[in-house]
């Protein structure tokens, strides 16, 4: 676990490997940075599981708490073939967390909103919240803003800790 007092975030980081856990420290880190760089009281806890079992590269929750979230990303997903019919590998592991890291900024930002599974709320251009809860995945509005920034949040992530 990882407490920064100066800003009060806490990084809790558990499950798989230590590389792994290593990693998804600094993916983390530079998420809150360039994503929530005004926040300073952030509670994020990490699992490194098996969520593909349940067709899940990884998730992410609002644990209705003040400013505590929980992602869980597939421990298996780092490793190259490991997994079959699957696309893994480190840039998969980086992109995935980048993904779900970018719903913890959309929950901290109240730009989105479960209070349950049957209300699902985005807050609109017009500062409306509304129900997306009977929305095809795939069309769902933090779904598509996740999926637009995510490859572009790793490459920057890849391109800072390759130099």
């Given at each position: 676990m990882l407490l920064d007092v100066s800003t009060l975030i806490i990084l809790d980081i558990t499950g798989g490997i230590k590389r792994d856990r290593i990693l998804a420290e600094k993916v983390i880190?530079?998420?809150i940075?360039?994503?929530l760089p005004r926040h300073r009281?952030?509670?994020i806890t990490c699992t490194l599981s098996d969520t593909l079992k349940d067709g899940l590269y990884g998730w992410c929750i609002d644990s209705y708490e003040k400013k505590t979230y929980e992602i869980g990303i597939d421990k298996?997903?780092?490793r190259d073939g490991i997994i079959e019919n699957v696309d893994d590998g480190i840039d998969a592991f980086i992109t995935t967390?980048?993904?779900?890291?970018?719903?913890?900024m959309q929950y901290a930002t109240k730009k989105y909103v479960q209070p349950s599974a049957s209300y699902q709320?985005?807050?609109c251009k017009d500062s409306?919240?509304?129900?997306?809860a009977r929305t095809d995945y795939n069309k769902q509005p933090w779904e598509t803003q996740a999926y637009a920034m995510e490859?572009?949040?790793?490459e920057e992530f890849i391109e800072t800790y390759n130099e």
């Open positions: 880190k530079f998420c940075k360039k994503l009281n952030l509670d298996r997903l780092s967390i980048c993904h779900e890291m970018i719903h913890v709320m985005w807050k409306k919240y509304r129900n997306y490859d572009a949040l790793a």
